[in-house]
Nanobody, 126 residues
Framework: QLQASGGGLVQIGDSLRLSCAAS????????MAWFRQAPGKEREFVAV????????YYADSVKGRFTISRDRAKRTVYLQMNSLKSEDTAVYYC?????????????????????WGQGTEVTVSS
């Protein structure tokens, strides 16, 4: 359902763009998000977009540095990450809720999402 890509090893201050291609589900009512999980830590919310309206929300830790966007034709969500910090090091997961979920308070919660990508690793080194 979801294929994530784009991770890699970068240096502090560099940029990276992650991609998540969706197949199978209708996306017309979907919410798609990025989460990340650092070693020894819980999975945490990064950013989310509603497919139809392109409404976006971000975690405070990435606001102003990361941008989530979607390409309708390619059925792909992107996460543009700029000014990367060492604390951004994690495995990044894309997630999809294909239902018509208008409860925005749930969009940052992992259990909201039915489908997950396989994860793509981002390492930010000094």
């Amino acid at each position: 359902q979801l294929q994530a890509s784009g991770g890699g090893l970068v240096q502090i201050g560099d940029s990276l763009r992650l991609s998540c291609a969706a197949s199978g589900s209708s996306l017309s009512s979907a919410v798609m998000a990025w989460f990340r999980q650092a070693p020894g830590k819980e999975r945490e919310f990064v950013a989310v977009t509603q497919w139809s309206s392109a409404t976006t929300y971000y975690a405070d830790s990435v606001k102003g540095r990361f941008t989530i966007s979607r390409d309708r034709a390619k059925r792909t969500v992107y996460l543009q990450m700029n000014s990367l910090k060492s604390e951004d090091t994690a495995v990044y997961y894309c997630a999809l809720d294909p239902t018509y979920n208008v409860n925005r308070r749930t969009w940052s919660l992992p259990h909201t999402y039915n489908y997950w990508g396989q994860g793509t690793e981002v390492t930010v080194s000094s």
